[in-house]
């Protein structure tokens, strides 16, 4: 089966600013509230004119790379999110319908799919690849698969995120998204450094199934943001980075692709019995 | 279509995968929904359409019309979008996820690129014109094309084949190019050496030439380092204006004909060539063997894509 590490995490929201913060909450039940966002990875001149996806985007994707100890120069990324920026989709479509003439050239360059791994090149110097996806509810799942082909077949890192922010009111026939979230992701050729959080095999599968379930306390939040998704991942590799479970990441998760696709991960520690 | 149900009838509709590129998605009804809200702020009624209103909206058209069942995802990367398609799904297919991919580039005329490249001052008041000194910006167009991806194996009559690509990253600007066309560089030479090939191999390149100031002296500045001066090269956007996420699809497409018929075509209205170009560009219509051909798709954010298509078996 084919395979890839994940040895780096990144999260963001108004529940929980960071993986350490995400994981003390799982076991609490308690979440923080209103965390600022205002990573200075971004140059001053960049981060004046970056959006508030922007800035999510980039935040998770540096405590990522933070965690795993990698450079991100030549880690290619992959971006995904079902809607893109809704806050500027409604301003920009508010505008043309009233003033089409005030269109700002910032907000019109901003407003492309993959503007966050624009500002991330830009800040981090990087001349990787980008690509940023979308599958509606599947966007997730898909962005998923697209990391872990990418990473088997170029036998290179991937740095993966998955975003939503929360829908203006004139959205929420497609995505009805309460609260934002972004969840970034590095992922490594299996064994080639010692900084493994989880194995994880990967393969496609021809079923429909249900989406696997959020950790309680989250669900109510995150199960109508496409990106919630993730929560489910993120809570397996919580069961291995706690000391007082003193357990190693395991278990199968089976993501839909589509009606009639679904991606299954089997997750391992890459070490049985050992805990890093 | 029918070659679709054909498609997916002889390799079973799961091993199919469906890859769409495009930058503003259906976002022209949004927009004219927005004209519409009703007194709390929501969608009136002809406008809730929850399939249409999101970035993966053509992608969920194609696969309820053609019944894939693999995969399928949407690339948005601005302008490299639907060249993007092209390297995605000869990984899928490598990889093994499927056999074929339905590979699509779309973006439709609408308000936002309209009025958004009018604000970057990027639009030119006439036809545009890609190379030529008097150029002064680009023109906008709309376009859908699609093509199959599949198994070299599984395709013994293909006239063509997908050779390599070459992604990357400007690392610069947002919306203005990097100035020495680092990352336009790194695109030519990956794409190169992913098709085993030299610069000297090149027959023709179809250039992103948009007719942006910026864009084709820096353009030409790269070219110069990763093609020999055997290499024909030109932009048809003065035939078709810049296609935007359909670019990628519609650039390949020529330059998939001009393998098949041995037509390069020339750059429409560039009539006065700019002086400082460090490559030179073809004007008209030539007739020349192509067997290998590379096409340019530089999208904002700095996203890059370079893909090389040769005539099968040589």
Redesign the interface.
């Known amino acids: 089966m084919a395979e890839f590490d994940i040895t780096g995490v990144g999260v963001w929201s108004s529940h929980f600013p960071d993986w350490a913060a995400f994981c003390r909450g799982l076991n609490s039940g308690v979440w923080s509230y209103g965390a600022d966002l205002d990573p200075d990875v971004i140059p001053a001149r960049e981060r004046r004119r970056a959006p508030a996806s922007v800035k999510m985007a980039v935040e998770v994707m540096d405590q990522a790379c933070r965690m795993a100890e990698m450079d991100p120069e030549n880690v290619a990324s992959v971006f995904a999110s079902a809607m893109g920026d809704m806050k500027i989709t409604d301003s920009m479509c508010r505008t043309l319908a009233v003033h089409p003439e005030l269109v700002s050239p910032t907000q019109f360059h901003n407003s492309v799919h993959n503007a966050p791994l624009g500002y991330w090149s830009i800040a981090m110097g990087s001349h990787a690849p980008a690509t940023a996806v979308a599958a509606h509810h599947f966007s997730a799942s898909i962005a998923m698969l697209e990391a872990a082909v990418q990473c088997f077949e170029e036998s290179a890192p991937v740095l993966l995120v998955v975003q939503e922010g929360d829908a203006p009111l004139a959205l929420e026939g497609s995505c009805k998204s309460d609260h934002p979230l972004a969840v970034g992701l590095l992922f490594t050729p299996a064994g080639t450094t010692s900084k493994c959080m989880a194995r994880v095999g990967f393969t496609v599968k021809p079923n429909e199934i249900a989406w696997p379930s959020l950790p309680a306390g989250l669900a109510d939040s995150y199960s109508g943001n496409p990106s919630g998704k993730m929560l489910a991942l993120l809570a397996v590799l919580a069961q291995h980075s706690s000391p007082e479970t003193g357990s190693s990441p395991h278990g199968v998760l089976e993501f839909p692709l589509g009606q009639h696709t679904s991606l299954n991960l089997e997750i391992r520690s890459a070490e049985p019995g050992r805990t890093p | 279509m029918s070659r679709m149900k054909q498609i997916t009838a002889r390799l079973g509709?799961?091993r199919v995968g469906a890859l769409i590129g495009t930058?503003t998605s259906s976002?022209g009804r949004?927009?004219e929904?927005?004209?519409r809200?009703d007194a709390?702020?929501?969608?009136t009624v002809p406008y809730?359409?929850?399939?249409?209103?999101?970035?993966?909206s053509p992608?969920?058209f194609v696969?309820e019309a053609t019944g894939i069942?693999?995969?399928?995802?949407?690339?948005?990367?601005?302008c490299s979008s639907g060249a993007?398609v092209f390297a995605?799904a000869a990984?899928?297919i490598?990889?093994g996820?499927v056999d074929a991919v339905l590979v699509g580039g779309v973006d439709s005329l609408c308000?936002?690129t309209l009025?958004?490249?009018?604000?970057?001052?990027l639009v030119s008041s006439e036809p545009c014109r890609p190379f030529d000194r008097r150029r002064d910006g680009i023109s906008i167009g709309e376009a859908a094309g699609f093509a199959v991806l599949m198994r070299g194996d599984l395709a013994p009559g293909a006239e063509h084949a997908f050779l390599g690509s070459g992604?990357?990253?400007?690392?610069?600007?947002?919306?203005h190019p990097h100035p020495e066309g680092?990352?336009a560089v790194?695109a030519m030479k990956k794409a190169l050496e992913r098709s085993s090939l030299s610069g000297d191999d090149i027959d023709y390149v179809n250039l992103h030439g948009t007719a942006s100031k910026a864009n084709d002296l820096i353009e030409t500045l790269a070219l110069a380092q990763c093609v020999g001066r055997a290499t024909l090269a030109s932009s048809t956007k003065g035939w078709t204006g810049h296609t935007l996420g359909a670019a990628g699809m519609l650039e390949a497409i020529i330059v998939l004909e001009s393998i098949r018929t041995g037509l390069v075509p020339g750059t429409l209205n560039c009539e006065q060539p700019e002086d400082s170009l460090h490559f030179p560009i073809l004007s008209e219509n030539t007739e020349r063997l192509v067997r290998r051909a590379m096409t340019n798709s530089f999208?904002?954010?700095?996203?890059n894509a370079t893909l090389v298509f040769g005539a099968r078996g040589g």
């Open positions: 509709a799961h930058s976002i949004t927009e929904a927005y004209t809200l709390s702020g929501r969608m809730c359409q929850p399939d249409v209103h999101h970035m993966h992608g969920t696969v069942a693999g995969p399928a995802m949407t690339i948005s990367t601005a993007k995605a990984r899928w490598r990889h996820l308000f936002s009025y958004g490249f009018r604000s970057l001052q992604e990357s990253s400007d690392a610069y600007h947002m919306s680092k990352g790194l999208g904002f954010g700095g996203n």
